[in-house]
């Protein structure tokens, strides 16, 4: 961080205060971010002065000019504060944060800024959700009906479906390359390769300094040892978000929050799945009775069958006029138990990180199952177990929680780090949706985990649910169908967990991951207030059904005088 900040402020009664330095800054309006004006040296001044109040390091190139100096004033032996490997979702939120907090940022990408979630991932994946809802919406003549309303048979052009799913990704891409150029991040086009703990190779012959370096190189689909891809009729999420075909029949591999959209999107669009699970049941990963409820409406009534307790073992693409052919074992006794044939398959069981090639051996570093390990402040342990100074690791490369807004988070937190203060990002309250018709959301610990942490550390676990039935309006929409689960301690109104499954529930549940953040214990956030009829009133009226022990004292201060 810099020693002193100039400053220019000019008003009709105040003159303009002039830099001492010999650069010709651009100044733009400074954002205070909380600061009192006395740290700025501006107690004396009156309200109506600060009407035009510039920072002088607004600028690419005033910024890159005052970076480079050290807190003494000398140049800086480093050409940036802050380089970032990978300019998808985490490295973006990292590299916005720095600037904010005046860092010279640089990121290196040597693919296309977005990364996976942006280009392969969530963005164009909602855009076929988008689709496949609308397409739920027409073609479900008992619910318009219900509405009063008539609609003639639905259709869908294939091609104008994947345009939009990929016009939508190049806006967003052009958007957060754009956000970057703009405040002065310095993209750096290449592959990057760490030399030492703060030196970066960038492509072929480009050698970069940093005091800190964060890596963000994200995921990609894992594909299991036996599987085939073709990129045409056997595929990862990667193609299939092409939508170059729409199969009759799909096999989808895992039943998880990529499987689980993906069926959304095929059955709406006329395709028939089956799905082909390792474990004993569908949607291993979600509180066990959204799942079950999950199961009944996204699954059974569908034109979806499924397969559990079974590994794809061999799986050969369709070749000569012949089917995709999938060897089905027991997971288990890894006995052979069924062989399909079907006209495409996705492999959906996950993502493993992107770290090869990275460098890492030159900063004695092993990765865990191509992980890097990381400790709780993201910082990057070597071999032996210690630190390597200055050099941290984010989002999907650390398999902490491959989801893109918790490497976002992780990114602004090793930034606050570096800027001198401490900050440690609390996982479990960081929510998780899978956008399927009705959504489904979560945050914290499933009943299970919690009431295993319960009994290990000695607290009583309670639950409390309320249903979308009872809420007005859902019931307007004619969407009734879904739940909401509060996973709690009665003995202190801590929030464990909650989960949601219903109409918006991947909007609904980030008062119940701010509250988990904040601290905020039932008893409190009963007393907040929700707007009449909204779908808010359903996390409402399940922190009210919640019985906090009565002794237990709310922590909401005396309120203001308005």
């Known amino acids: 961080m810099h020693s002193s900040i100039s400053l220019s402020v000019s008003s009709s009664s105040l003159a303009p205060i002039r830099s001492n330095s010999p650069v010709d800054f651009a100044p733009i309006n400074l954002r205070f971010c909380g600061l009192r004006r006395e740290a700025f040296g501006f107690s004396s001044l009156k309200r109506s002065h600060f009407n035009r109040l510039h920072v002088c390091v607004a600028s690419s190139s005033s910024r890159k000019i005052s970076a480079a100096l050290s807190a003494n004033g000398s140049p800086s032996k480093f050409d940036y504060d802050l380089l970032i490997i990978g300019a998808g979702v985490g490295g973006h939120g990292a590299a916005l944060h720095a600037v904010e907090k005046g860092l010279k940022t640089a990121i290196v990408e040597g693919d296309v800024v977005g990364g996976t979630c942006v280009n392969r991932g969530c963005v164009p994946s909602k ?97 299991p040892k036996g599987i085939e ?97 999938i060897e089905l074992i027991d997971a288990k006794t890894k006995e052979l138990k069924d062989t399909l044939e079907v006209d495409a398959a996705l492999i959906a069981t996950g993502r493993a990180p992107f770290t090869n090639g990275l460098g890492l051996e030159n900063i004695n570093v092993v990765t865990q199952r191509g992980f890097v390990p990381v400790d709780e402040r993201m910082r990057v342990i070597d071999a032996s177990g210690k630190l390597v100074p200055h050099v941290y690791c984010i989002g999907d490369a650390n398999g902490k929680m491959m989801l893109a807004h918790a490497a976002s988070a992780q990114g602004i937190s090793v930034v606050e780090q570096v800027t001198g203060r401490d900050h440690v990002l609390n996982h479990l309250s960081v929510p998780a949706a899978c956008f399927t018709h009705p959504e489904i959301s979560m945050v914290g610990l499933t009943e299970p985990q919690a009431r295993e942490k319960g009994q290990k550390e000695g607290f009583e676990v309670s639950v409390a649910k309320t249903s979308f039935k009872a809420n007005t309006k859902a019931l307007a929409e004619n969407e009734g169908e879904g739940l909401a689960k509060l996973i709690y301690r009665p003995d202190n109104g801590e929030i464990l967990g909650v989960h949601i499954f219903g109409l918006h529930a991947a909007d609904l549940i980030h008062e119940a991951s701010n509250a988990i953040a904040l601290g905020t214990r039932i008893q409190d956030i009963k007393l907040a207030v929700h707007a009449h009829p909204t779908l808010s009133e359903v996390l409402d009226e399940l922190f009210k059904s919640a019985k906090v022990e009565a002794h237990v004292p709310s922590a909401v201060s005396e309120p203001l005088a308005v």
């Open 229 to 325: 891809i073709d990129g045409k009729t056997v595929i990862t999420s990667d193609h299939a978000l092409k939508l170059e075909f729409v199969p009759d029949w799909i096999a989808i591999v895992g039943s998880g929050y990529i499987g689980l959209e993906f069926s959304d999107v095929y059955t709406a669009l006329g395709s028939e799945v089956t799905f082909i699970e390792a474990l004993d049941q569908l949607m291993p990963g979600f509180d066990p009775e959204i799942g079950k409820l999950a199961q009944r409406v996204l699954i059974n009534p569908r034109k979806i069958d499924y397969h559990t307790g079974v590994f794809a073992s061999k799986i050969t693409p369709a070749k000569d006029g012949k089917p995709v052919t």
């Open 127 to 223: 855009a076929l959700l988008a689709v496949s809802g609308r397409m739920r919406e027409l073609q479900n003549e008992h619910h318009l009906k219900a509405l009063g309303l008539q609609v003639s048979a639905a259709g869908y052009d294939r091609q104008g479906v994947a345009d939009h799913a990929n016009n939508l990704a190049s806006k967003i891409r052009n958007n957060l390359t754009n956000s970057m150029k703009a405040l002065g991040v310095d993209i750096l086009t290449g592959v990057g390769t760490i030399l030492g703990p703060q030196k970066v190779q960038v492509g072929s012959d480009k050698i970069v300094t940093a005091k800190d370096i964060i890596i963000a190189t994200g995921s990609v689909p894992f594909v």
